[in-house]
């Protein structure tokens, strides 16, 4: 069972990372038996972790006729938006009184390198900076519940190959994302609770935002 177990999340993190990097785009379909050859295993772990990729929101189960990966519309990104902002502001009110000063050093190094990630239009870099970012004060809001739940709605947004699109200047908008990083670590600063709550929720997570995650 343990194998088996671990054939299953071979193939997850296999399709996850392929979603992620860009090789698989929204609405491409699934191979099931292109991706047992690929990994040389049987269907079975396969099929196990495709339809454990469409429960957590990465693909869509087409009955009949496989999986594809899921296309986020505006209309679902707001939808999410408005349960992530929630959950995200109230891991930053937890975690202000577990913050250390080098824990906020660490986000500051971070915010830096995204300005850095951004002029060099390093936008997919960006994004993983991001994530780690967010990452610092909600690994201190001890809360194991709050922290699965809000990982389990991230996945959401597995893809983050930022599209290119000569009328969107990503720039712009990523250079505005970050300094409301630079604001978060300044109520981090300032031990604000509740404004750090407040404004994750309400400024940095958004429903304006959420059309950037379509793109």
Not at 111 to 136: G, P, R, T, W
Not at 159 to 164: D, E
Not at 167 to 189: A, R
Request: charged share 30%; aromatic share 10%; with cysteine.
């Amino acid at each position: 069972m343990r194998q088996y177990l671990s054939l299953k999340n071979h193939v997850y993190n296999y399709i996850s990372e392929k979603i992620n990097e860009g090789s698989l785009h929204p609405d491409d379909k699934l191979n099931e038996v292109q991706i047992s050859e690929e990994l040389n295993v049987s269907r079975t772990p396969v099929r196990e972790a495709l339809i454990q990729l469409a429960a957590d929101g990465y693909l869509e189960n087409l009955p009949r006729r496989g999986f594809k990966v899921k296309k986020i519309d505006e209309k679902t990104a707001i939808e999410i938006y408005n349960i992530i902002g929630p959950l995200d502001g109230r891991a930053a009110y937890l975690s202000v009184d577990n913050i250390t000063d080098r824990d906020i050093e660490q986000m500051e190094f971070l915010a830096a390198s995204m300005d850095s990630a951004i002029e060099k239009s390093l936008f997919d870099k960006f994004y993983e900076i991001q994530l780690e970012f967010h990452n610092v004060y909600i690994s201190k809001c001890d809360n194991e519940q709050l922290i699965s739940l809000i990982n389990q709605v991230k996945k959401t947004f597995i893809r983050k190959k930022y599209a290119i699109d000569e009328n969107i200047n990503m720039q712009e908008i990523l250079k505005n994302t970050n300094s409301e990083h630079h604001k978060i670590i300044e109520l981090f600063k300032a031990r604000d609770k509740f404004g750090l709550q407040d404004y994750i929720r309400d400024i940095h997570w958004c429903k304006e935002n959420a059309k950037f995650d379509t793109l």
